[in-house]
């Protein structure tokens, strides 16, 4: 059996500093206390879960190539013939870094999808486990009152 133990954080940073004080760092860094982790636990939100992988869905296509010549009518055709030389030239190397691109996202998509099955399923689960939960509270405490009366 493991034992707990605490750990104080600012006994080991000022043993930390010490330390750099002991090989000549200066110690007007920033401090632990100063750091703010914004982005590292967002809190679960089902709807936003299922927003995100339908942008995710919408997205996960990466073509080769972009139609860029229509947003110049004058130019479009130079345009247009510059492109496509340029994109045969390159086509050996672009489209399959392309096609491994797209095939990750699709996967990525795919497991994403699976993880919003399995929430769904674990929170249905969750819901049936808190009913039965509650019956059966709801049993003993009438049970402990039968006995509260027989005696």
Excluded: H
Excluded at 29 to 35: A, G, K, L, V
Excluded at 54 to 77: C, F, H, N, Q, T
Excluded at 109 to 121: I, S, Y
């Amino acid at each position: 059996m493991q034992v707990m133990e605490n750990i104080n954080i600012e006994d080991i940073m000022a043993e930390i500093r010490e330390d750099i004080r002991n090989k000549g760092y200066k110690d007007d860094e920033i401090q632990f206390s100063d750091i703010i982790l914004s982005s590292v636990a967002t809190p679960y939100n089902m709807q936003a879960y299922k927003e995100e992988l339908e942008k995710m869905a919408g997205d996960r296509m990466v073509l080769s190539y972009r139609d860029i010549a229509s947003d110049r009518p004058g130019i479009g055709p130079v345009v247009t013939f510059f492109k496509k030389i340029f994109r045969r030239m390159t086509a050996f190397y672009v489209e399959p870094i392309v096609d491994d691109q797209n095939k990750f996202n699709e996967e990525a998509t795919n497991l994403f999808a699976q993880a919003l099955n399995k929430f769904a399923e674990d929170d249905e689960r969750i819901s049936e486990l808190e009913r039965e939960l509650y019956d059966c509270k709801k049993r003993c405490m009438a049970l402990e009152e039968m006995l509260k009366e027989k005696k």
